[in-house]
Every structure is written in structure tokens, then in C-alpha cells.
């Protein structure tokens, strides 16, 4: 079973920055493709970001392209999202996820069944 646990969130103002990070419990980390998620109030859970096992794929939604930034460092076990030019609709519980089940290699994945263990959650709250 894949422990995760993020940090890293926190109050900030429109146009702030903030470094999520999520640390995981496993030594094969470096297998499995990685996905942040959030959570506003009263709506559904919405893919932020995906990236594949190596690093080396990539995607997001529309909304946070050229503002968030995923990346990872297995040799720390621990995925990041960078979350620049942050605005009051960013505002969400942030949730990292793994995917275990077997990928594409070099692929990332969008969708929330795609993942199979999940954090607790951290709290990112953007003021105007």
C-alpha cells in the first residue's frame, strides 16, 4: 500500500506562489505516474496535473497551463506542483494521487479512476 503525504499549502495572495509537495512511502515511487488533483467546495474533484513515471511526460488543464508546474525527484520519492500567478478560483483542497496499475510507459493520466492511492489533501486558499 502507497502512503502519500502532501504539504505545502497555505493562505496567499492573488498573484502568489506556492511549492506543493507530496512525499511518498514506497521505494518503487519511481514506477508509478503521479496526478494532482483539487477540490473546491460544492464541486467534483478536477485533474490539475499528470506526470509520468520518468518525468518525462507531462500535462495539465487548460486552466493552470503556463501558471503550475508538476515535476518529481525519485530519488526523494516526492512529486511537486509549483503554483505560480495563483488566483481566488485555484482555491481548493489540492490531493496527490498514484497510479500503480500498469501504464504506457512515459504516459500520464487525466482522469481520477486512472489513480489508485491518494493523500490526504492540503489546503491552498487564494485571496483577492
Known amino acids: 500500500q502507497v502512503q502519500l503525504v502532501e504539504s505545502g499549502g497555505g493562505l496567499v495572495q492573488a498573484g502568489g506562489s506556492l511549492r506543493l509537495s507530496c512525499a511518498a512511502s514506497?521505494?518503487?515511487?519511481?514506477?508509478?505516474?503521479m496526478g494532482w488533483f483539487r477540490q473546491a467546495p460544492g464541486k467534483e474533484r478536477e485533474f490539475v496535473a499528470g506526470?509520468?513515471?520518468?518525468?518525462?511526460?507531462?500535462g495539465y488543464t487548460t486552466s493552470v497551463k503556463g501558471r503550475f508546474t508538476i515535476s518529481r525527484d525519485n530519488a526523494k520519492r516526492t512529486v511537486y506542483l509549483q503554483l505560480n500567478n495563483l488566483k481566488p478560483e485555484d482555491t481548493a483542497v489540492y490531493y496527490c494521487?498514484?497510479?500503480?496499475?500498469?501504464?504506457?510507459?512515459?504516459?500520464?493520466?487525466?482522469?481520477?479512476?486512472?489513480?489508485?492511492?491518494w493523500g490526504q489533501g492540503t489546503q491552498v486558499t487564494v485571496s483577492s
Open positions: 494521487a498514484a497510479r500503480v496499475q500498469p501504464s504506457v510507459s512515459g504516459g500520464y493520466y487525466s482522469g481520477w479512476k486512472n489513480y489508485d492511492y
Open positions: 506526470i509520468s513515471s520518468d518525468g518525462g511526460g507531462t
Open positions: 514506497e521505494r518503487t515511487f519511481r514506477r508509478y505516474p
